[in-house]
């Protein structure tokens, strides 16, 4: 059953969840939906919890609710700005289209035009970082098995074998910021790990990425 905290800031909704787990987690749904997970047969008292980690949840909880998402009602995130989108109804296919100041989305009903829309973000996203990832590949002289885009947890990452993966939706965010996590995961197929070395590195790539890290968390990833 869910159950409410209050704050000044509105009202955060929490479920608990008993699970096969050794420790205790929190950890946000969205900005108002927290997830208590405990061991199964936990006996810590749920209220006293809540309220001893309650600044935490304050804090994260605004955080979240301030970060710019994929979506946001009606509008779509696209290099950093957000667009309208425009839905039209059609029979068959559905199709996105790109205007200068909205998205037209041309489907059979919404759940579809969202759908379409997440495909359409996809294929940006691979139309924008190829040539990015081509160039600082040229530079580093490193070579690749493979780049995939998914939908995921993080915006990117690069194996011990040299396979990179990039989260589907890069295409929402501003292109130096692109630029940074391309950089990053490159980087990576010369320093697997986030030494000095490996900041020195990213560097070399892209000099601003201190200011561009601080922006990237502007964003919600797992929107």
Known sequence: MDKKIKTEFGEINYSVVREKRKSISLKFHDSSTL?????????????????????????????????????????????GSYYPMEFREKIGRSRVTKLNDRIIVESEGREAGIRAVSNFMKRQTEGIVAPILAEKLRVAGKEIKSVKYRKMRKWGYCTSDRRIKFNAYLSMLPIPILDYIVSHEVSHLIELNHSKKFWAVVSGFCPEYRELRKELKKYNVSS
């Open 35 to 79: 997830i208590v997970s405990i061991p199964r047969y936990s006996l810590v008292n749920i209220e006293r919890l809540i309220e001893g980690h309650r600044s935490w949840i304050i804090k994260h909880s605004s955080e979240i609710a301030s970060s710019r998402n994929f979506m946001r009602g009606d509008e779509v995130l696209y290099a």
